[in-house]
């Protein structure tokens, strides 16, 4: 099992940038792919993005493309949510999660170890 933790998150502006962190620990992480999903207050959690083991592909939802990046520095064991242009519907809890593919999976289904999350804040 991989132990990930999402850090980062906190209260911005609208407008405002944050970048989030996943920090792994645990079995090998390098070789995995990684996904972003966040939650918001009543709403079931959805998927942001994700990136394959060594970053040369990522994907982003429509939602958040153009203002969200997905990034990962493998020695540091972490990979990185870069998040701009802040809007009030981004706030939520956010979570990354780990798939044991290198590949990005074609289904959400396929995370299996997940963070416990870090809160978004965004102010308007």
């Known amino acids: 099992q991989v132990h990930l933790v999402e850090s980062g998150g906190g209260l911005v502006q609208a407008g405002g940038s944050l970048r989030l962190s996943c920090a792994a620990s645990g079995r090998t992480f390098g070789d995995k792919a990684v996904g972003w999903f966040r939650q918001a207050p009543g709403r079931e959690r959805g998927f942001v993005g994700a990136i394959n083991w060594n970053g040369a592909r990522t994907w982003i939802s429509d939602s958040v493309e153009g203002r969200f990046t997905i990034s990962r520095d493998n020695a540091k064991n972490t990979v990185f949510l870069q998040m701009n242009s802040l809007t009030p519907e981004d706030a939520g809890v956010y979570y990354c999660?780990?798939?044991?593919?290198?590949?990005?999976?074609?289904?959400?289904?396929?995370?299996?170890?997940w963070g416990q999350g870090t809160q978004v804040t965004v102010s308007s």
């Open positions: 999660a780990c798939a044991p593919v290198s590949y990005i999976p074609a289904s959400t289904d396929d995370y299996v170890d």
